[in-house]
């Protein structure tokens, strides 16, 4: 299967669940998510993974909320070292591409005001999923956005949220203009 093949397949398969991930969570609980963003196998996460935790104790608050938390409370350095551990965590042949994911979600999602006020974690979450897999066109990166819970990705698929979540929430520590966009403030005053 070609990398332009699998694309397709990743695609059809998003536009197949006929469901945006939020209405999901909202409708739906965890173990039922679970099953639906598991790998075909049935091999499902454990739950006490750190990505099935995330999304279980705050999959529904807003996006820019978490990134909030991490302009609030943690300081530029923290977050740099924080990004280059989650690089180091992932495949070595993904690991030169990562400028290029986090460049991609930039593009995407960084002046996307609509993004910034509605988006919840899990909606976030899949985005930055679909841009990996378009990014990396491996198929670690492909079964990652299709079965983010599965045995088989959920480390993976937790990396490439944290090296993105940390990136903007670093960003935005260093851009008022970004923290205004996304209505986030760093302190009391903005």
Same mark, same amino acid.
């Given at each position: 299967?070609?990398?332009? +093949?699998?694309?397709? %397949?990743?695609?059809?398969? =998003?536009? @197949?669940?006929?469901?945006?991930?939020?209405?999901?969570?909202?409708?739906?609980?965890?173990?039922?998510?679970?099953?639906?963003?598991?790998?075909?196998?049935? +091999?499902?996460?454990?739950?006490? $993974?750190? =990505?099935? /935790?995330?999304? /279980?104790?705050?999959?529904?608050?807003?996006?820019?909320?978490?990134?909030?938390?991490?302009?609030?409370?943690? &300081?530029?350095?923290?977050? /740099?070292? @924080? #990004?280059?551990?989650?690089? $180091?965590?992932?495949? +070595?042949?993904?690991? $030169?591409?990562?400028?290029?994911?986090?460049? %991609?979600?930039?593009?995407?999602? !960084?002046?996307?005001?609509?993004?910034?006020?509605? &988006? @919840? *974690?899990?909606? %976030?979450?899949?985005?930055?999923?679909?841009? !990996?897999?378009?990014?990396?066109? *491996?198929?670690?990166? /492909? $079964?990652?956005?299709?079965?983010?819970?599965?045995?088989?990705?959920?480390?993976?698929?937790?990396?490439?949220?944290? #090296? *993105?979540?940390?990136? =903007?929430?670093?960003?935005?520590?260093?851009?008022?203009?970004?923290?205004?966009?996304?209505? =986030?403030?760093?302190?009391?005053?903005?």
């Amino acid at each position: 299967m070609t990398p332009e +093949e699998k694309l397709d %397949a990743v695609s059809r398969m =998003i536009e @197949s669940r006929g469901l945006d991930s939020y209405m999901l969570w909202t409708l739906a609980p965890p173990d039922l998510f679970a099953a639906v963003f598991s790998y075909p196998n049935g +091999e499902q996460a454990p739950s006490d $993974s750190p =990505i099935v /935790q995330f999304l /279980q104790r705050g999959g529904a608050r807003l996006y820019r909320d978490l990134i909030e938390q991490h302009v609030r409370h943690s &300081s530029v350095k923290q977050l /740099q070292a @924080s #990004i280059l551990h989650e690089v $180091s965590l992932l495949p +070595e042949h993904m690991r $030169s591409l990562t400028s290029g994911y986090v460049d %991609a979600v930039n593009r995407a999602l !960084a002046y996307d005001r609509g993004f910034w006020q509605s &988006s @919840s *974690c899990v909606r %976030a979450a899949t985005a930055l999923w679909v841009i !990996a897999a378009l990014v990396f066109r *491996c198929d670690e990166a /492909q $079964s990652c956005c299709c079965y983010p819970l599965s045995a088989k990705s959920h480390k993976l698929a937790f990396s490439l949220l944290q #090296i *993105c979540t940390l990136s =903007i929430a670093y960003s935005a520590s260093l851009e008022p203009k970004q923290r205004k966009l996304m209505g =986030i403030r760093k302190g009391l005053f903005g």
